[in-house]
């Protein structure tokens, strides 16, 4: 998958103890203020990231894109109505664009952007030039998703300015020898360090002191948590919309009302993840198949296998954690043929209805030259769950800009306001894809 991530800055979010930032200039800056934490002798790791590596990377081959909005969309010279965005840059971010949204909406939200194919080569080949730098000067680094790294840093604990001084070197070296933007946090586990490092600007290192976790998550939206649609869907419907009011609820709750999926996104909003630092580059895929005897003369019977392959495949990248970034399908024959499809996500995600969809949505068009007699399905670029995109209307600019629209609401009738939803990206009139609703 080609993550998806955003920056928010520290000087946005709300002191918290026990921080320390490296600027732009290589300045060391702390910034404290009243806690009761202790530091512990907690193991140390750190997120290091390029933010949008194929944004980085297509700006990288083409200085001209410098400061303009871009899109890297599957299927962008082509135009097929089923193209979607994969990523886009924060100037595309800020005029409503996010990875996963159908194309033509893209072009209509911010069409004096780029819009570029994906060379998902070219993004492979500097992912692995990341990670095979961090290696070479890192006792053992892991590849949580292409451009997201967690290196290990156990012997500095309670040494924040030693661990921010290593970090901000690997940071220079990566610009140096790769010509890549990067960011870093530092924290005792890998779901804090990843919020670190997403909370300031590129070139700076946030190290958070042990202990201060929880409080330094209690700001985030809900919306980061990595967990799926009705997840956070019943969230909203609870009022739940910062970390803090999720981590407050008692464990029974949750477990209750959000399930285990709930119960571990808890975890994580109380600043408490256990999973522990593997290194390597995390080329794991998960692959099931099925042959037909008699073959299938019948596509709706093939595409309901693909949902039970697809099922099974979810539940085993569900029961491990991990969610997959690109799927593939490839069917056999009865005359010999092999057909295949694949496509990558614009967010890794272990969701079996969605998967099952885009797993159809490649079985469909194949040009079946006779029967089928085999089937499978295959799951790759699996990675941890990440935090998802950050708001662009963080509070407390999220709340002045509701309650402008209100008063202007008040002002003009309650329709003044509409926006366009998309509810048929695939339909073959353009009018039929969009409907309107108020605001």
Same mark, same amino acid.
């Given at each position: 998958?080609?993550?998806?991530?955003?920056?928010?800055?520290?000087?946005?979010?709300?002191?918290?103890?026990?921080?320390?930032?490296?600027?732009?200039?290589?300045?060391?800056?702390s910034e404290t203020g009243p806690s009761n934490f202790q530091d512990s002798p907690t193991a140390r790791l750190a997120y290091l990231v390029t933010p949008h590596l194929p944004i980085a990377v297509e700006r990288?081959?083409?200085?001209?894109?410098?400061?303009?909005?871009?899109?890297?969309?599957?299927d962008a010279r082509t135009g097929r109505p089923s193209a979607v965005v994969l990523d886009c840059s924060r100037e595309a971010l800020a005029a409503g664009v996010q990875p996963g949204i159908a194309l033509s909406r893209a072009e209509h939200l911010c069409p004096?952007?780029?819009?570029?194919?994906?060379?998902?080569?070219?993004?492979?080949?500097?992912?692995?030039?990341?990670?095979?730098?961090?290696?070479?000067?890192?006792? *053992?680094?892991?590849?949580?998703?292409?451009?997201?790294?967690?290196?290990?840093?156990?012997?500095?604990?309670?040494?924040?300015?030693?661990a921010l001084a290593i970090c901000h070197g690997q940071c220079e070296a990566v610009a140096r020898e790769l010509h890549l933007p990067a960011t870093a946090g530092v924290a005792v586990n890998k779901f804090s360090a990843e919020a670190a490092s997403l909370s300031i600007g590129l070139g700076r290192v946030l190290v958070l002191t042990a202990g201060a976790e929880r409080a330094f998550l209690g700001g985030f939206p809900v919306t980061v948590l990595p967990v799926n649609e009705e997840i956070q869907r019943r969230l909203a419907l609870f009022g739940l919309r910062r970390?803090?009011?999720?981590?407050?609820?008692?464990?029974?709750?949750?477990?209750?009302?959000?399930?285990?999926?709930?119960?571990?996104?808890?975890?994580?909003?109380?600043?408490?993840?256990?999973?522990?630092?593997?290194?390597?580059?995390?080329?794991?895929?998960e692959q099931a198949s099925r042959q037909f005897d008699p073959p299938l003369d019948n596509l709706e019977t093939l595409l309901a296998a693909a949902g039970r392959l697809v099922q099974a495949?979810?539940?085993?990248?569900? *029961?491990?954690?991990?969610?997959?970034?690109?799927?593939a399908v490839e069917t056999q024959c009865a005359d010999g043929a092999s057909l295949a499809a694949e496509r990558s996500l614009a967010e890794a995600t272990a969701d079996a209805g969605w998967l099952g969809r885009l797993a159809e949505t490649l079985l469909r068009p194949l040009p079946y030259s006779d029967r089928i007699e085999a089937l499978a399905v295959t799951l790759s670029d699996?990675?941890?769950?990440?935090?998802?995109?950050?708001?662009?209307?963080?509070?407390?600019?999220?709340?002045?800009?509701?309650?402008?629209?209100?008063?202007?609401?008040?002002?003009?009738?309650?329709?003044?306001?509409?926006?366009? *939803?998309?509810?048929?990206?695939?339909?073959?009139?353009?009018?039929?894809?969009?409907?309107?609703?108020?605001?």
């Open positions: 998958m080609l993550p998806s991530t955003a920056s928010t800055s520290v000087q946005n979010r709300r002191p918290c103890a026990g921080r320390t930032t490296v600027d732009e200039n290589g300045r060391a800056r990288r081959e083409r200085p001209r894109l410098a400061g303009l909005p871009v899109i890297v969309a599957d004096e952007a780029a819009f570029l194919s994906p060379r998902l080569d070219l993004y492979r080949t500097a992912a692995a030039a990341l990670f095979d730098l961090l290696s070479s000067q890192m006792p *053992a680094v892991e590849q949580a998703q292409p451009g997201g790294l967690y290196l290990d840093l156990r012997g500095l604990e309670g040494q924040d300015s030693e970390l803090e009011q999720f981590a407050r609820l008692p464990p029974a709750a949750v477990l209750a009302q959000f399930g285990w999926e709930g119960q571990r996104a808890h975890r994580l909003a109380r600043g408490e993840d256990n999973r522990p630092l593997v290194p390597g580059h995390g080329e794991r895929s495949l979810a539940q085993r990248l569900d *029961a491990a954690w991990l969610r997959a970034g690109r799927l699996l990675s941890a769950p990440s935090l998802h995109q950050l708001s662009l209307w963080h509070d407390p600019q999220e709340q002045a800009a509701e309650a402008h629209l209100r008063r202007l609401a008040a002002r003009y009738g309650p329709g003044c306001f509409q926006r366009s *939803a998309l509810v048929a990206p695939e339909h073959r009139l353009a009018g039929r894809r969009y409907v309107m609703v108020d605001w």
